[in-house]
């Protein structure tokens, strides 16, 4: 209890108080920016810790990050231009319920499912974060190179549209992402003599031009405002969540469990988290017709999912010293300029401020519901402002979201290539989030797949040899085949119930 009271003591001081505040506010901005990610605000943050104490340091970092997690669901859902790549998975929906009038509803479930998610993952990092950490260690290139295949699966069970279409949307973006030298050969592939293409397709120009610059176009092409959309005035953000609440129990714990358990996966994150939530809750659901048509058992699945990775993947970090993401990799480094050096010496060494980082994330994941509130009333204003006018203003921050990824104007012509592809794309029916996750995970799985051949020296069999491993690869063949055999049976009831032939009367 006397360490309980030591990290209430470093928390609940004004000046901590108010850099958690100044953070989210922060977070919640650069979120609701297509291109300026959660990594991106981490980053800008740090030059200003060095001139604090550790503990309102890491609130910083930690209050930004969720809040940045969150925030992107707003310009996805009231313009579909997801503001990071967390939010492409179920974008569709969201921006699909604004259509039908039910802004409020999409942004708040969003809102409350995030904070219970991140609950749920600080909770399980208090109580099991050494067990957590020591299963995580034991992935191997062969284990995620399963979980980046059944991660891959998720975009074709997540497309609206045919299986074809996803398959053709998810070959694109693979295509995209074997452009580069980061590949296990070392060689220029389809770089075409271009230098600034050495470096690969950069994700975030990609994901900004097949969305935010797709739309732009759209609106151009056909000279007219989006859809109109109900602004009765009313303040429902919260007013269905509790249904929501008490409708889908079993899709919130899973979507925070499976968030949690891939965020304590290094170099995983709340990415492939949203995907592989939402997949799952579209596998599962009774309703998987209505998945991309402005359904929201989707954002409840997978918007707890994206909080709960952001927890998990303090996990590593903090027992470790292995970053779960990109976020905690800059975290371990702040840790050390610090003295809070990560390990399992640090529960030792500093307890009370390790319990003082934990009650962080419990203060972070509930004071978004408040801020977050504001944020979608402030950011619901958006829907009144004209096309001509709101489409150059959202053209020039997707430039600088671009252009500051690597202060190079190479990434604002790339993101000009993408949105044009995205265009053409959506023009023959062919979805645009397919492509996001194939390029987001296309150099994890050859890179795994690489390694993992050179380890079994060509053996196919040492995929299935390790016993995590063997489960996912079960697993997911599994997954792969349920719809076949669910059309052959479909086939096989079609061809019994069917009339062999027209018998003639009489």
Not at 83 to 107: I, K, N
Not at 164 to 178: C, D, E
Not at 205 to 211: N, Q, R, T, Y
């Amino acid at each position: 209890m006397d360490i309980l009271a030591q990290a209430a003591g470093l928390v609940f001081q004004p000046y901590v108080l108010l850099v958690i505040f100044a953070s989210a506010c922060f977070g919640l901005f650069v979120g609701a920016i297509p291109g300026l990610t959660a990594t991106m605000a981490t980053a800008l943050l740090v030059p200003i810790t060095f001139f604090m104490d550790p503990v309102p340091a890491i609130a910083a970092i930690v209050t930004a990050t969720a809040m940045a997690i969150f925030a992107g669901d707003i310009p996805g859902a009231l313009l579909r231009m997801p503001g990071t790549p967390a939010s492409a998975a179920y974008v569709e929906d969201a921006y699909r319920m604004t259509q039908d009038g039910r802004g409020d509803e999409a942004l708040g479930a969003v809102l409350v499912f995030s904070s219970i998610g991140g609950i749920f993952g600080t909770i399980v990092l208090v109580t099991t974060a050494p067990t957590l950490a020591e299963i995580a260690l034991k992935f191997s290139s062969f284990e995620y190179f399963w979980l980046v295949l059944l991660g891959l699966s998720c975009a074709i069970f997540v497309s609206p549209s045919s299986v074809t279409r996803g398959m053709i949307a998810l070959l694109i973006g693979l295509f995209a992402a074997t452009i580069g030298i980061d590949n296990p050969a070392g060689q220029p592939r389809y770089t075409f003599g271009n230098v600034e293409l050495l470096a690969g397709v950069q994700f975030i120009p990609a994901m900004i031009g097949l969305f935010a610059v797709s739309e732009v176009l759209r609106s151009i092409v056909y000279s007219k405002d989006r859809p109109s959309v109900d602004r009765s005035g009313k303040h429902t953000v919260f007013t269905r969540q509790w249904t929501n609440i008490r409708r889908y129990p079993i899709q919130m714990l899973r979507g925070s469990a499976t968030g949690t358990a891939i965020g304590a996966l290094p170099g995983a994150g709340a990415d492939i988290a949203a995907w592989i939530s939402y997949a799952v809750s579209k596998q599962f659901s009774r309703q998987k017709e209505k998945f991309g048509r402005g359904h929201v058992e989707g954002l409840v699945e997978a918007g707890a999912s994206n909080n709960g990775a952001v927890s998990g993947a303090w996990i590593p970090a903090l027992v470790f010293g292995i970053p779960g993401d990109s976020i905690t990799a800059i975290v371990i480094g702040v840790l050390y300029v610090k003295g809070m050096n990560p390990g399992p010496t640090v529960f030792i060494n500093d307890p009370q401020l390790i319990y003082a980082v934990f009650m962080v994330f419990f203060l972070a994941n509930i004071i978004m519901l408040p801020l977050g509130w504001v944020a979608i009333k402030g950011a619901s204003t958006l829907l009144s402002i004209p096309n001509r006018v709101l489409m150059p203003v959202i053209l020039l921050f997707c430039i600088v979201g671009s252009f500051a990824i690597n202060n190079s104007v190479f990434g604002v012509l790339l993101m000009l290539i993408f949105g044009v592809l995205g265009f053409i794309m959506e023009e023959n029916d062919i979805p645009i989030a397919p492509a996001i996750l194939g390029l987001v995970l296309g150099p994890m799985l050859e890179q795994n797949f690489i390694t993992s051949m050179i380890k079994a020296d060509g053996s196919f069999l040492a995929f299935f040899e390790r016993p995590i491993a063997a489960g996912l690869g079960i697993f997911t063949i599994v997954v792969w085949s349920i719809p076949i055999i669910l059309y052959l049976r479909r086939r096989w009831a079609g061809s019994a119930a069917s009339p062999k032939e027209d018998l003639p009367q009489g």
